[in-house]
């Protein structure tokens, strides 16, 4: 999906990032998104449409949303890709020292650590992973993920997000935001556009 054709898309209503008094608490949530693409014409116009669909997204064609501590970049979701229909797969990036949101979701998700070191906090008990390790967060789970390196900690996160909604397993929740200020030390910090 490119910016274009996100800043046509209508804002999304209230909701966990914006109480009914319409103030905005953190605008990396405010865009309508397609959690369920439709799926219509004739079975062979379907097979033909969705074989010819792309299978390498570039990573480098999406921005990277947030900041000033935690990025993401949402590349493969039924909104930007017509042959993902039930995953959903996007890119954390965490400053040197930083920190998530805390939430919570229906969904069990996958965290697959490409560089840095860190921990994730599930429902109060930490578990540290670096590069190479992959962390599960397992459904309903109260969850945070940390930087405890010096450096930038990327990660890979892959679950059935349009699934879980598909069926009606539609609880999140945040229950503390993203820092608004940068870390101490790490003020200039932006992600790099090669990822």
Same mark, same amino acid.
Do not use: D, R, W
């Given at each position: 999906m490119t910016e274009n054709t996100e800043a /046509?898309?209508?804002k999304a209503g209230?909701?966990?990032n914006r109480p009914e008094e319409g103030e905005v608490v953190w605008t990396f949530w405010q865009k309508k998104r397609t959690f369920v693409r439709a799926l219509e014409g004739t079975y062979g116009e379907v097979y033909k449409s969705l074989y010819a669909q792309p299978r390498v997204i570039p990573t480098s064609a999406f921005q990277w949303k947030?900041?000033?501590q935690f990025w993401a970049k949402a590349v493969i979701n039924p909104g930007s890709v017509a042959v993902? /229909?039930?995953?959903e797969c996007h890119i954390n990036l965490l400053a040197p020292r930083a920190i998530s949101q805390k939430h919570g979701h229906m969904n069990s998700a996958v965290l697959y650590i490409l560089n840095g070191c860190g921990e994730d906090i599930h429902d109060g008990h930490k578990h540290p992973y670096e590069a190479g390790d992959a962390c599960i967060v397992e459904n309903?789970?109260?969850?945070?993920?940390?930087n405890t390196g010096d450096g930038q900690q990327v990660a890979l996160v892959m679950k059935a997000k349009p699934?879980?909604?598909f069926m009606h397993m539609l609880f999140q929740k945040v229950v503390d935001y993203p820092p608004d200020t940068p870390v101490p030390g790490a003020e200039d910090y932006q992600p790099p556009e090669n990822i």
């Open positions: /046509q898309a209508p209230p909701g966990h947030g900041g000033p993902a /229909q039930s995953i309903g789970c109260v969850h945070q993920h940390v699934l879980f909604l």
